[in-house]
């Protein structure tokens, strides 16, 4: 095992992407409360906005739809960001993207450049241009290898559940030399204002995440874990250490959290403390002791008549 | 706290000089109608305003009472505040919030000692329901109003109410149209000193401005060992901690969620301040 | 404008498929609560016990979990059901499911016999076979003419959330001759009970609904609308007047109304009064009024650099 | 309400006759561990009971107290019951409720009215939390238990601490085999007549067990022009009123959420009661 899944194994709680990813401070904190890893926000070639306000909004308790629209600074911008991190010694994974082949090879490979422990691969943002990647196993598998080719340290994709079945998507990322899988990116999802009878986000739609769609990442982990072999990350409305241990059963070597993070810093600390003390409570020794573990049962696969 | 934006009907609009208005609307139809929870907001915490179409920007919340009443103090500066400036009574906005912290107001005024609040132009906004908090507290307070020049002043009648102009109220203009000829800084470093001669003892600046004026009169404080606290503005997108736009260095706190009120012990360990902010990209710019 | 989608028209507003649908009694009373029409259960050639409990879980406040598995008592047992309805002069609308095109041909056959006054072909239900052909644009084509070569009553296709690209799904049942499309049907999740580690419904997994799908359900109507000329009914998490409200603006022709259902019988009532209060307010005469308006703004389509 | 099934440990295990157990648990580690909001359950309301991997079945609440501690009596007849049954003290069950309606319970004794109360069977479970109520409220009460034969008797012990057996509590048994020989209903009926002749009113029955038991009941009641309160038995799904499985011709009555508890009024324009029920593909089945 690299080095990199190493300090996932010990520490399998990792910061996902977007939420409080832009400097390196607040990934300090959040890596500081016990994180593993930190995913930074999605990083391309060029410094980009992304959409207006209304951009990230609260629809239900704990559940949010946004369309920030991959606003960064460009990747030239953020290598000292990466470098703050690892001067921290941050365990830094890198979220990179762009508009074809050529420039996602070269954000990733100036952010390897620049001191990132891993990459992963954003293909999967529904409310951008990049989203028909990870709909078509076929240029999922030509994005990955390019990407792949050109890095020494570990490559994660990231998949979307936007398609009608993921499990081909990421057989197609194992096929072309992913390190690891991430699952899943937001839903996508719309609000309307029936006062002004208009979508509320600038874009129109947007990405649902939270609490939402936990049980749909959980339905995705577990049908993922029967089909590859590489490690996979759940991520999707984690919130209490149950969530976390649900992942965990399904099959995900680790567990990426987002949206619960917009409360007290020390909202991870307190999802990662309960998790373990589920491990404590039932004699586990780690949690690479549960993975799967759901899927030892049988479940009743016809109905009856 | 209303979390998904709701429209509301501006009920009053009242301009306060050029390019300053203030616009009320009643917040009672948007609780009843999605049952949502109301708590009083606290002097210093804002709304993200959305003008439909156009972008949703965050605003302090000028006033509130016990009507429910809530107010905004907005200064034109760009293409939302000028689309708000279009807006006349009845018309709708959206909002969504209170967020943030609010000013730490003391429970009640121990020996009898003096706060100093000091407004920077549309700064004052937020500074005027924290005034009224301390008036109603019996808190002994000093005002101090800075603006480049007399057109500026804002909320003067309302302030006079209260307190007494050149005594409890100052008003400064960098060009001296009015008032105090020089910058609040410099109005505000000889305040402080001829209180210290009279024997009595600062324990609280509250401000809100230009961070330049901010980082000097923070820089006061601390040679004078007076506690300080400041409104800051950040890039915000969420407005609610999870985006990190407006992030701190190195200390990683939000200025959404842990702030917009930061005070001194914060602001020590805080390297942006007074340096550098970071535009709707996440992108470093110097202030 | 045919004397169904005249009655839908006027009352647009529909009881979900498998919702309070088992008996005639149940549809009665949320007919009379204002509903347009009634969905019944889906109906199949032969009885069927469905999954064995638990197979119905709310799993947030609002929003569940099933997988019933298409229980239900078989079209001969079911006959009796759809006259009674018919003879409380309740516009009914029969959800039809088979094994094969023959079956779901001969389901709707009898149904239509019995008097239904139209068919919901049930394509998407997540957790049966047949969800495989919701999926495939060619199997939609395929059992959708064929069902409606045999019907003189209008035929509804349902769809599911579960796909890449619900729009060329749609545009496939619209060109097989389909009279109206219903969208959603569940979405796929699980949820896992991590003191036993099992999967809780008997299953094993099952299709969300209510709350937490709604602005994905918004989402796709808003998608469908753009793409099909055929009327929509929206379907997914109508709790409150503002829910119907919003897939109107997004283009549905009408609503169904799931899972909401499991209050007090006045549950239906109270949405349809209080979207009928919003109609008033605003000044507008029908629900036909709105249907769309969310897609008279511009939204920003490319994000700012 | 638990509305997740959620796991709890079994504390106590009571024999009550050969093919009926008493399970009691805790509630109070599901209500912390979940944060859920706790309301005392009434009378008559019945749980989702969970055997993993085996079935999910709706059980009446026999008991509960103030220290959360809640039982369920089960009678062994099928797969899922035979599963509970082979559960120890310390294992886990799942759950999730309480569910449905409860008795409607008078507020005071007016008029030193008389209630009685009809169980058959395992129908006694969820009257024994009923009986409690009522004696708590000084209600004067009749208490019979009908039953097959001797064998099958439960709670007698614990029905005999309260009331005095053959003058407020009775026994039936079919084959004569304990107290009164032949039906409940014969019982009911003549303990009616000596009530009436005695001029007392008798102004509620409550009654749980065979539907055809309740059906005769029912009937004696009408005729007497007394309240009846029934426990209805159906197919149950979600047990929350969303499957539809188990409503009531032509009313649309859901029997978990109306009911089960249905009184006089209720049953008066079923056309299902005593007559048919379905099963879990919901066919129709005569009863
Ligand atoms: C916590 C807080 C409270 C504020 N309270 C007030 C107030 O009470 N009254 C008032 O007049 N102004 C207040 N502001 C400033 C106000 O938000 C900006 O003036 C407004 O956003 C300008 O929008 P615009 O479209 O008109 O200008 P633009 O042309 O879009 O931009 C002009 C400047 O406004 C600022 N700005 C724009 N968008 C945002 C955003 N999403 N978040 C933060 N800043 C932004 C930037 O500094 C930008 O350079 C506050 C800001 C913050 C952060
Ligand atoms: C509101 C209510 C309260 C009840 N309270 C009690 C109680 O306190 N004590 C007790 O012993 N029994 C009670 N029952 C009956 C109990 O639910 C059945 O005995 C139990 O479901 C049998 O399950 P099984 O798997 O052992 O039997 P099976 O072999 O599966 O079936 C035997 C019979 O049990 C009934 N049954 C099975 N599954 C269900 C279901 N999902 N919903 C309803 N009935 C079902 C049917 O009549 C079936 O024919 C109650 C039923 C209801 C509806
Ligand atoms: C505000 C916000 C911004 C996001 N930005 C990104 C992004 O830049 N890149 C990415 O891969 N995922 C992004 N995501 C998706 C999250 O990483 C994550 O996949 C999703 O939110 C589900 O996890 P959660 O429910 O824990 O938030 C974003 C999510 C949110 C809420
Ligand atoms: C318990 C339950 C049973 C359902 N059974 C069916 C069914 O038999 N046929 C069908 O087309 N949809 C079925 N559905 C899906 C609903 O008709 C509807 O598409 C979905 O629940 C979303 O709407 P809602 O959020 O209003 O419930 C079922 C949903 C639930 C919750
Ligand atoms: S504005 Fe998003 S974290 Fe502060
Ligand atoms: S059991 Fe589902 S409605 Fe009663």
Redesign the pocket.
Known sequence: MSEFFKKIAEKPFILASGILGVSYSSMKRIFEGGAGAVVTKSIGPILRKGYK?PSIIEILPGTFINSVGLANPGIDNFISEIKELKQNNITTIVSVFGDSIETYTQVAVKAQDAGADAIELNISCPHAEISIICQNKQLTYEYVVAVKKELKIPLIVKLSPNVTDIGEIALSAEKAGADAITAINTVNAMVIDIETQRPILSHGSGGLSGKAIHPIAVKKMFDLYKIVRIPIFGCGGVFTGEDAIEFFLAGASAVQIGSALYQDYNAITNIINSAKKYLEVHNYKSFSDIVGNAHKFETQEAPDF | MIKKPRMVQISEIVQESKD?KTFTFNIKSILSNYSIQYQDPTPGE?LMVWVPG?????????GFNNNKDWS?????????????FNLEKSDLVGIRGPF?NGFQIPEFNFNNQLNIVVGGG??M??LIPLISELIKLKIKIIVIEGVKSKEEIIFKKYLKNYLIENETFYISTDDGSYGYKGFATDLFNSIIEKEIEKGNKINQVYSCGPEQMMYELFHICEKFNISFQG???????CGFGMCGL?VLDPSGIR??RE??ILDSKILRTCTDFGKY?R??SGKKNTI
């Open positions: 306000n | 300053v804002f156009i972008d949703e920007i965050p605003m302090s919340l000028s905004i103090t907005v200064k034109e500066v760009g293409e939302c505040t000028e689309m708000l943030g549309i700064g906004a937020p409104s800051l503005e950040r890039m915000m997108r407006c200025v959404c702030g917009p902010n535009d709707f």
